[in-house]
């Protein structure tokens, strides 16, 4: 009746299967998963150069009224830009976490650009080909068995 119980996903930094809990989980990781980390990756420069250009505008302004615009969205864009990173820092360490942070927000901030007209679609494109890397099905058997293990503790949570 002592049955050794074996979860696929394992908590423990030193034995993964998937490598996802190590540091340098690079090699384990499938294509797909690569190139993700790299387009995210992109993306977060992307954001943090916006966010310098924003607050550089902000220096070079004297007009008081649209100084502060400048200054609320060079603060904005570099806490975005440094979530993404997180996402991205999490992706490359293979956990579910940064899959997780990374869909919501290129969803969040893709789907609205992309129906507020042509000006606006490259960025949306952008925003949701890293979402569309994230969910091919080469990622998807990639991170199964960590998605698995988090809905069986959710299950064991509940009353």
């Not at 690079?26 to 790299?38: C, R, Y």
């Not at 969040?108 to 992309?114: C, H, K, Q």
């Not at 091919?136 to 293990?149: E, G, I, N």
Request: proline residues 6%; positive net charge; without cysteine.
């Amino acid at each position: 009746m002592n049955k050794k119980r074996h979860s696929p996903a394992s908590t423990s930094r030193d034995e993964s299967p998937a490598g996802g809990r190590r540091f340098g989980a690079w090699a384990s990781l499938p294509a797909t998963v690569k190139g993700a980390i790299w387009w995210w990756g992109a993306m977060t420069a992307v954001v943090l150069g916006f966010a310098v250009a924003a607050f550089g505008n902000f220096g070079l302004m004297r007009d008081d009224g649209d100084r502060l615009g400048l200054l609320m969205l060079g603060v904005l864009l570099a806490a975005l830009g440094l979530m993404i990173g997180w996402g991205t820092g999490r992706l490359w360490l293979g956990h579910l976490a940064g899959r997780t942070l990374l869909t919501t927000f290129g969803l969040i901030g893709g789907l609205p650009l992309l129906l507020r007209g042509p000006r606006l679609m490259l960025p949306a494109a952008g925003l949701l080909i890293g979402v569309v890397l994230l969910w091919l099905p080469a990622s998807r058997r990639y991170f199964k068995p960590q998605a698995k293990a988090a809905r069986a503790a959710r299950k064991r949570m509940k009353p």
